[in-house]
């Protein structure tokens, strides 16, 4: 552990800060609220959002588990890790169950969260209308007055020009029936987790200096139009390879062997456990 | 107008200024004004008591020089510009019970949503240039709680084929149009939601006067057809004369005249009038 | 597809670590802390400044680990700057006492107290230097003692120096000024919000990244802005940084004096038409304030021509526009969001081959729509 500097890296007044703004994201739902972003260990864009919120929450008794694009072992999760556990000591796991605290960039874990669980979501852009207005004090603007046809226009304009919408990941939802927000770039797949979830979600962004939250028990609703319903990506009759997990978020690969197209798990942590399960000796 | 006839829109003793004002021009009159201009602090009185009403199908003109304040008064009535005092009132929004100045800005945003519609002279304050024509009429339709693509769609693509968009560019963004097409689009999304009220703002300035004519009788037929009631602000009183059933004449921020259009051009009472028929014909 | 499996990170990121520090000593060579303070004063003070942290000795550290590359020195640190409580709030400072070294007047040739040009590279030739080669620690040690004998006499005084516009003020050629004695808003404490206060935006320029400020700054004057400045006056010099009795606030007697830091302040001046009584037009002149932590002239400078840009908001230009210069000129932001691409971005890419998909499915039935209507 690296004691040059305090338990969990922030000094303590620091840490009150975060979580005071984080508070109010949580009375808040999905309102962006501002929080001085501190400058990071980590570089600018490479998750200090999420980084922040772990800081300012983790404590003596927290397990964490850190993810990048569903993978525990990315480099990225890896150093994020190596950063929260240098600085605290705490222990860290792969297991989706058996940890407290989640930070994750991209992805919502397979396996359904608890209640006494909190999923931290790392967050890049977190303004849903940035692309149809640029200026921010406008956006302020046009959340408060819950002006928000932009943010279906940018999805009609879609349809408009491919027939279907082609948001990627990050595709915007209303929550509580109140603000647009930014899921962050989670994919499609993994909105739908966010309605109802038992488990507490924080999302941080850091160069943007943002927090916000969904928390238990909300309403998540994915935007979309009565003709045009929300459609998650889709991997019907498709498997993985792996594990033979279906009804999951699969990564492409192609075989360099043969140069066939086959699946796999992206949650890394959910593959493994699965193959457990199967195979109580495991094969890894 | 007959004086049963309840008013679409009711116009009472508005007034802007810009600039605060100083003890020598605080009653919004002075003797040492230049115009509506105080030259001792610079405040502008741009819109002086102005009141009027507005008539179901009427096409009430609003004619004056730059600088009359005709165009802060179309700002004020789309709450574009926040009025200094006065009042303002809808027959749709609460019975024309409730002041719209006075109402919260999201509440302004609704009303501007569904009960108006606001054709600029400059169409980039009208328009999202980079977004379809179809989208921009989206907008609008969405704006006022629409939530069906294929309804939007076939809603936008009548309304272009209305004022005449051939159905082929209806994807196509507003800035590659000519400045007529873009002025049509803008009439297209102003009509949208089927408002009672459409404000024009200048709407054939600068462009050629082929194109000029052409947006015009476009509009005369469309209101034929839809009966709406529209407020048309114009510094040419040709334009005034085509299109408008009553006129209002403004100076320095005055209303200074008004009647039946055919009135004012036979037979001008106020001088400045005068000036502005004769140099029609 | 060895990126999108990867496995292995912990291992992979230690044998990177240490192939890091292979480049930076495989010349089997060290330097020295101390060293990197002594001579690269311009490089310590422009990351001090960027960092909004004055310690030269962290700054060299920071130079040395970060191989001199300042974006990294400077994210070093800020990050560092991070974890330290905010135990006090110096006292308000004055900078005409400062102890000036260095001050010069483009506006005014005799400014009360003199021009003084102290150490400046403006005027050297841009000539390399090849003694410097071979320079040695003794050559340096007797050129010291005997410019030391040559140029200080007996103790050196404290010089201080009235302010170059306090002179134009007394003509009545530039507005009063009233002091604002608002605490200031800090935004390392609260983030910043539009339309943001002075302070903020005085906050955001300093800490700026030099050549960001200095591009916007010299897109101003070229054209892309409507600012036509003059130096009003540019001096370097010392500040004492004092703090209030932590039971006797607010006397001067018993504040603690901590420190001093060494700044660059420039104040710009750009005329302006102004309008009196009577519609009367008047030539004033306004002011664009700069300061830095360290001698950075260009940057106080630049500061000064930007601070006075979004005094004056207009949308024909982005420079005026506050939210575009202020978001985009912080070095480890924008460092850190351009340097985030390199992330993988393997989940969300896969959910767009998803769209993609779907789009070109959906777009041979659209187009068959079209021709069925239009036919």
Redesign the interface.
Known sequence: MNTAYNFAFFDEGSKREIRRATLKAIAIPGYQVPFASREMPIGRGWGTGGLQLTLSLIGKNDVLKVIDQGSDESVNAVNIKKLVSDTTGVATTDHTTEATLIQSRHRIPEVPLKKNQILILQVPLPEPLRYYEPSESETKKLHAEKEYSGAWLMLFEQIMKYGSMTTGADHPVLVHDRYVMAPSPIPRFDNPKMHESEALILLGAGREKKVYAVPPYTKVVSLDFEDYPFEPESFLDKHCRLCGSTGVFLDELVDEGTNETFYQCNDTSYCIETLNEVEPFGVK | MAEFEVPVLSIKNLNKQFGSGCPRCQDGESPSFVKNYC????TVYACRDVSFDVFPGEVLGIVGESGSGKSTLMQCLYFDQEVTAGEAYLADYHNGEKNLFQES??QQ?YIR?NIMGKVYQNPLLGL?MN??S??NI???L??AGN????M??NRGTELLNKVNIP??RR?EAPKNFSGGMQQRVQIAKALSNRPPLLLLDEVTTGLDLSVQASVLDLIKSLQRELNISIVLVSHDLGVIRMLADRTLVMLEGRVIEQGLTDQILEDPQHPYTQQLVHSLL | MGYIAVKGGTHAIEESIKRLKYERIHHGQTIEVERIKAGMRGLVDQVMSESSLYNETLAALAIKQAEGNPEEAVFLLRAYRSTVPRKHYSKVIETEQMNVERRISASFKDIPGGQILGATTDYTHRLLDFTLMDETDVAVQEWLHYYQKESFQGDEEQLTLPKVLDYLRKEGLIPPCENNNMEPDDVTRESLDFPSSRSQRLQILTRGETGAVTSLAYAVIRGYGALHPTVGELRVGTLPVTIDHPTDAGDEDDAYYIGEVKVTEVEMLMPVTVEKEYGKKEMEFEIGYGLVFGQNETKAISMGILDNCLEHPTPDFPSHNEEFVLYHIDSVESTGFISHLKMPHYVTFQSKLDSVRKTKKEGTKNEEGQEVKSG
């Not at chain 2, 030259?39 to 610079?42: L, R, Y």
């Open positions: 030259p001792i602090c610079g800005s999201q945003r949503n999202k977004f379809s179809i989208g989206a907008e609008k969405i704006a939530q069906h693509v294929g939007m769609e159905v082929h994807k």
